[in-house]
């Protein structure tokens, strides 16, 4: 039975027993996203400016540029800081939002409509069909087997309902000086890179059955709007990925 949650206030609901069998490699899959972080010299501090300043921008260009009409119930996987949950939760046709993620403690967003929970993404006690839209952002690069991840997302959708995925990084098709280095970096601290190529995400798009609209990111303003537009797949690689789930809702 589906759990009734109130959408007037944030609230945290603790549960037991939601890890799948893909737990261990999860665990050794974060450990390796912090090494990650530490081989490119990026602190907690630096990442958590670079969201912020990020995140209010994705939301409307989701919505403007992309056509994708957010409302309803919505599950973030992987939500961390459910920064992104909190920038959802503004729009005025989104009526519940659902955070979950691997670890706790990193759910920290409180604003309204907002319940957080610890949720493994490979595995989701919530019923088929239950949400209108599941969204994450840099979250799939870091799952143990993205395609169950998708898999998963897809059952949870209702027909046409839409997952969608920012900030995947993906390595872009111009092999960087920077990219060389932080490859380097990674192999000395002996961490499994994860990162994909834009091919290999629609494989596993297509493996999971979720067709896929892969859309180029530009929110940036000004002259960077420009230069962004021209080297977008060839340095930076930045796109928003959403897989739409086969029926009517």
């Not at 589906?2 to 050794?28: C, M, N, P, W």
């Not at 939301?59 to 920038?87: D, H, N, Q, Y």
Request: proline share 4%; glycine share 6%; net charge positive.
């Amino acid at each position: 039975m589906a759990q009734r949650v109130s959408t007037s206030e944030s609230k945290y609901i603790d549960k037991t027993g939601f890890l799948s069998r893909y737990a261990h490699e999860q665990t050794v899959a974060r450990r390796e996203s912090a090494a990650r972080l530490a081989a490119a010299s990026l602190d907690e501090a630096q990442w958590l400016k670079s969201l912020r300043k990020d995140l209010p921008r994705f939301v409307p260009f989701l919505t403007r540029k992309c056509g994708v009409g957010f409302r309803g119930r919505i599950l973030e996987i992987g939500a961390g800081g459910a920064w992104l949950s909190a920038e959802l939760s503004k729009l005025p046709k989104v009526v519940e939002l659902i955070a979950t993620d691997f670890s706790s403690h990193l759910l920290k967003a409180k604003a309204s409509k907002i319940t957080r929970m610890p949720g493994d993404f490979h595995r989701l006690n919530f019923p088929d069909g239950h949400f209108d839209f599941v969204v994450c952002s840099a979250v799939l690069y870091d799952a143990a087997n993205v395609v169950q991840v998708l898999r998963e997302a897809k059952r949870l959708l209702k027909p046409g309902g839409q997952l969608i995925s920012i900030r995947e990084p993906v390595w872009p098709l111009v092999k960087i000086k920077s990219r060389s280095k932080m490859i380097a970096k990674l192999v000395a601290t002996g961490v499994n890179e994860r990162f994909y190529t834009l091919a290999d995400y629609k494989e596993f798009f297509r493996q999971a059955g979720l067709p896929l609209q892969v859309k180029r990111v530009n929110i940036s303003t000004g002259f960077k709007y420009y230069f962004d537009a021209v080297v977008n797949g060839l340095t930076h690689a930045r796109y928003a990925f959403i897989g739409t789930k086969r029926g009517r809702s």
